[in-house]
């Protein structure tokens, strides 16, 4: 799976914030067993010499705030980012183009199959509430442990609401390929694929950008989505940016999105039958 990515997780060791305390020691060890990697001292090591003394492309730094991964290029750790002014908007009424993609309400299902960093998965969840089930696919194992870690462990005062919502992902990590072939007919309402755009939105700064060192750049495979629509129920959905190919590429049955957005979301109904690919 790491081969995948686009650093492999391989050639990352993990370390503690300077002065870490017994816990933070031990939790770092533990992510380290969970990702199988070298845990080194952190001592009095800066990050560069780390790079460089270990050849590592990129090293795990557990502290008492947060897991976060570091490289040249920047700094990976979770943050619930948009989720939590989505879900206000939904509370105040406001369209969620995603959520109408999905069709979805309280109660649903969904396996979002390419994770990241879980801020659609929260809105989802949030949506589909406790009746409902929200399970994230991610490729990437840092990326996987360190949102599944935040997903457990990120609070804040005032967001009871979001704070419930992260909880309630269950977050695995697999190839979303072989996660869906093993899954029996009708598993979930809703598959969501978020693949990494295509064609980068340069000069925007977004919070992928975050992931972007780690994470799979592989394009969704139409066979991929001939597996989710056996998973799926109801619907299985994609997001792309407007000017993408990739609708027409994949023959989606209709496009969702608002009429100024650069994003959009491409929607295949289960049962339709005059499809034709
Ligand atoms: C654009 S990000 C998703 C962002 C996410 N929707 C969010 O709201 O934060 C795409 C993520 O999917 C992961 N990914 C790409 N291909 C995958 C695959 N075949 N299986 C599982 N995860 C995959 C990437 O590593 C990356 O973390």
Not at 70 to 77: I, K, L, N, T, Y
Request: overall charge positive.
């Amino acid at each position: 799976m790491g081969n995948r990515c686009a650093v492999s997780h391989l050639s990352c060791l993990v370390t503690t914030s300077y002065r870490p305390d017994v816990r933070v020691q031990e939790q770092a060890m533990q992510v380290a067993r969970i990702l199988k990697l070298p845990f080194v001292d952190r001592d009095k090591q800066s990050l560069e010499q780390m790079y460089s003394r270990y050849m590592v492309a990129g090293v795990v730094v557990v502290s008492r705030i947060k897991t976060s991964y570091h490289c040249p290029q920047g700094e990976f750790f979770f943050h619930p980012d948009k989720s939590a002014m989505r879900i206000k908007e939904i509370k105040y009424g406001k369209t969620d183009q995603m959520i109408k993609a999905m069709d979805l309400y309280p109660g649903c299902s969904i396996v979002d199959c390419t994770l990241g960093l879980a801020t659609d998965a929260i809105v989802a969840s949030y949506v589909s509430g406790t009746a409902g089930k929200v399970v994230g696919i991610e490729s990437s194992p840092i990326i996987s442990t360190l949102v599944k870690i935040g997903l457990k462990s990120y609070e804040q005062q005032g967001k009871k609401e979001v704070i419930e919502a992260m909880r309630r992902v269950r977050v695995l990590n697999a190839e979303h390929g072989q996660y869906l072939a093993h899954l029996a007919p009708d598993s979930f309402d809703v598959v969501y694929f978020d693949p990494m755009f295509r064609r980068a939105k340069l000069g925007a700064r977004c919070s992928v950008d975050r992931l972007r060192p780690l994470a799979d750049h592989s394009p969704l495979e139409r066979v991929n989505i001939k597996l989710a629509l056996q998973v799926a129920r109801r619907r299985v959905v994609m997001k792309e940016t407007r000017t993408s190919q990739e609708f027409d590429r994949l023959g989606v049955d209709f496009v969702v999105g608002g009429k100024h957005s650069p994003i959009q979301y491409g929607v295949w109904v289960v049962g339709n039958e005059g499809r034709i690919w």
